[in-house]
């Protein structure tokens, strides 16, 4: 099987939201996607960027996908998050998930940042056992703080 990984175009947006609705699906909250295809577009090809996004052929269909985005640490400066990588539950173990890691790195590499991070579920064993067999340092000291829309919301309401 030949595999092929490239820069996503608009024309793949359809098939990425595929891929992120199947994994979270995977990650039981198949109900939490609210981004649509449109946004996806415009976020990722409009005016203001706000992703960059990679994806992986097998047998010429979208099977994989890497989506980052640039940070900064106070600490070291420029920094790469990978927000998601994905590859479908069909082609896991297959390779693909590697052909993307690469592509996130030599990315990072020629943006010339201090560090990529990304979360990964402490269930996910599978994920885990494969970051850190690519070297990553996978920190179980630290805990993920989310503020979603409605706590936003509430926050500002409470200013």
Same mark, same amino acid.
């Given at each position: 099987?030949?595999?092929?990984?490239?820069?996503? &175009?608009? #024309?793949?947006?359809?098939?990425?939201? *595929? @891929?992120?609705?199947? %994994?979270? %699906?995977? #990650?039981?909250?198949?109900?939490?996607?609210?981004?649509?295809?449109?946004? %996806?577009?415009?976020?990722?090809?409009?005016? $203001?960027?706000?992703? $960059?996004?990679?994806?992986?052929?097998?047998?010429?269909?979208?099977?994989?996908?890497?989506?980052?985005? *640039?940070?900064?640490?106070? +600490?070291?400066?420029?920094?790469?998050?990978?927000?998601?990588?994905?590859?479908?539950?069909?082609?896991? =173990?297959? =390779? %693909?998930? &590697? @052909?993307?890691?690469?592509?996130?790195?030599?990315? =990072? $590499?020629?943006?010339?940042?201090?560090?990529?991070? +990304?979360?990964?579920?402490? +269930?996910? #064993?599978?994920?885990?056992?494969?970051?850190?067999?690519?070297?990553?340092?996978?920190?179980?000291? +630290?805990?993920?703080?989310?503020?979603?829309?409605?706590g936003i919301e509430n926050y500002i309401a409470n200013l």
């Amino acid at each position: 099987m030949e595999f092929i990984t490239r820069d996503a &175009t608009r #024309e793949d947006m359809p098939q990425v939201l *595929n @891929l992120i609705k199947e %994994l979270a %699906l995977f #990650e039981k909250e198949a109900e939490a996607v609210e981004v649509t295809v449109d946004d %996806l577009i415009l976020d990722g090809f409009g005016d $203001h960027k706000l992703f $960059h996004c990679f994806v992986a052929e097998a047998n010429n269909e979208i099977a994989g996908l890497a989506l980052v985005y *640039n940070r900064y640490s106070t +600490w070291k400066g420029p920094v790469l998050h990978l927000e998601d990588l994905i590859v479908t539950q069909k082609m896991r =173990g297959s =390779g %693909l998930g &590697t @052909l993307l890691l690469n592509e996130v790195i030599k990315y =990072g $590499h020629s943006q010339g940042v201090k560090r990529i991070c +990304w979360e990964v579920l402490d +269930w996910n #064993e599978p994920a885990i056992k494969f970051y850190q067999s690519k070297g990553a340092d996978v920190k179980r000291d +630290w805990d993920v703080v989310h503020l979603d829309e409605k706590g936003i919301e509430n926050y500002i309401a409470n200013l």
